[in-house]
């Protein structure tokens, strides 16, 4: 108090009424030093001249921690993912706690400087820095965090074999949960998909039938776009269909033919072309939920046509759609 001439001390409570820590106003924590940042990136095996001054891990768990404070479950979105620190810092926070957090990383096709060391070492964007380190970041967590519980499992069967059995009940619990740990890490999830945002995968329609001409009704054959591959048709469908792009994808061949199968038959795919009936038989016999093929996958028009009556015989509860 200044106007009086005197100072008093005063006390924060920087719990909330979960127990929960509240954030500072000032963080001087050792882990959110700049100079951490480019010490984790070079622990990747990175020469720290491809990516100046990414963010420390610190910082970002501290950050995922205050946000998602008693969840272990949540997905965070970073929409300047640079080197894609939050993403290496949610893996790592799985791998301590066991939880299930997913990250969406977001960043603008950025090329890097041909002059510059990421360009030189075969980075052309800085999506494609970001893309590596999360590979090379989930394998390492999960080497290092295996190597450790395995030390520790290890040293615990040392006390065990020398142990009084009044201790050793302990003990086996601690084995049991060391075992536990291993096993998780060994399950960790250190996948991630890769999309970029582009034009619809379906043509547009520039003509008027009464403007068309004999010459160009080839161009009809199709409304697919010739660039584009079965994995972008099966993308634009998930999202048409109001699903997740995380969900689990299964790229079987039966018959011959390429099907993709999404979450357990929630959907099933075929985008070949000059498919032969017979796989509709083979399909509806998985009891999708929802079923997707091409207009211009089937052999015979009479096919296209049967597809439903088919369906309505063999799985009746499908939701057949054809783009």
């Not at 926070?93 to 977001?106: C, H, Q, S, T």
Request: charged share 35%; glycine share 6%; hydrophobic share 35%.
């Amino acid at each position: 108090m200044p106007n009086r001439g005197i100072w008093g001390i005063m006390e924060k409570d920087m719990l909330n009424d979960r127990g929960l820590v509240k954030a500072t106003s000032s963080w001087t924590f050792k882990d959110v030093n700049s100079e951490r940042g480019s010490e984790e990136f070079i622990d990747l095996d990175f020469d720290k001249r491809i990516f100046p001054k990414p963010k420390p891990l610190g910082t970002m768990k501290r950050i995922s921690k205050l946000c998602l404070s008693g969840f272990n479950s949540e997905i965070v979105l970073d929409f300047f993912s640079g080197s894609a620190t939050l993403a290496h810092a949610e893996i790592l926070l799985n791998a301590e706690d066991g939880g299930n957090r997913k990250f969406i990383m977001v960043q603008m096709p950025e090329e890097t400087d041909e002059n510059s060391e990421a360009y030189k070492a075969g980075y052309k964007t800085i999506a494609a820095i970001g893309k590596e380190r999360i590979r090379r970041a989930g394998n390492k967590i999960k080497e290092e965090f295996i190597e450790k519980y395995e030390k520790e499992l290890n040293e615990l069967k040392e006390k065990l074999k020398q142990g009084t059995l009044e201790g050793n009940n302990e003990l086996e619990e601690q084995k049991v949960e060391l075992e536990s740990k291993i096993e998780n890490i060994k399950n960790l999830d250190i996948g991630f998909r890769v999309y970029k945002t582009d034009s619809s995968n379906i043509k547009d329609i520039y003509y008027h039938p009464t403007e068309l001409k004999q010459d160009q009704l080839e161009l009809l054959g199709s409304n697919i776009k010739e660039d584009r591959t079965p994995e972008d048709l099966l993308t634009q469908v998930i999202l048409d269909l109001g699903l997740e792009l995380s969900l689990p994808i299964e790229k079987k061949k039966m018959l011959g033919n390429n099907v993709f199968i999404v979450q357990q038959n929630a959907l099933v795919a075929c985008f070949d072309d000059n498919i032969d009936f017979g796989i509709v038989d083979v399909i509806a016999d998985l009891k999708p939920f929802k079923v997707v093929f091409k207009d211009a996958s089937f052999k015979d028009d009479k096919d296209r046509i049967n597809v439903e009556e088919r369906f309505k015989r063999l799985s009746p509860e499908t939701v057949i759609t054809v783009i």
